[in-house]
């Protein structure tokens, strides 16, 4: 079993940038591809960005290419999303996720564990 719980989230203006983190619990973090997937209101999860279990290896969506950075400490259970030129469309609910499947980890039903999700809402 793995808990996370994700935070940094907030309001910022069009351009700023955040900083999310996502603290996991459990001694097997390495073990995990970590991802990022965010929901704004009325629309469908969307994938954000995901890191293999060592950290080398991202995968990001098109839309956050070149803006967004996924990260890992393996050693405090942590995963970051730093988010830099923020638009006002990445304004949603933002979720961290563990997959130990290798493969397709853009795809939401790849992920076992989920956080609560934090907020980012991004104004003009």
């Known amino acids: 079993q793995v808990q996370l719980v994700e935070s940094g989230g907030g309001l910022v203006q069009a351009g700023g940038s955040l900083r999310l983190s996502c603290a996991a619990s459990g001694r097997t973090f390495n073990s995990y591809v970590m991802g990022w997937f965010r929901q704004a209101p009325g629309k469908e999860r969307e994938f954000v960005a995901s890191?293999?279990?060592?950290?080398?290896?991202?995968i990001y969506s098109d839309s956050v290419k070149g803006r967004f950075t996924i990260s890992r400490d393996n050693a405090k259970s942590t995963v970051f999303l730093q988010m830099n030129s923020l638009k006002l469309e990445d304004t949603a609910g933002y979720y961290c996720?563990?997959?130990?499947?290798?493969?397709?980890?853009?795809?939401?039903?790849?992920?076992?564990?989920w956080g609560q999700g934090t907020q980012v809402t991004v104004s003009p």
């Open positions: 890191i293999g279990r060592s950290g080398g290896s991202t």
């Open positions: 996720a563990a997959s130990r499947s290798l493969r397709n980890t853009e795809s939401a039903n790849k992920y076992d564990y």
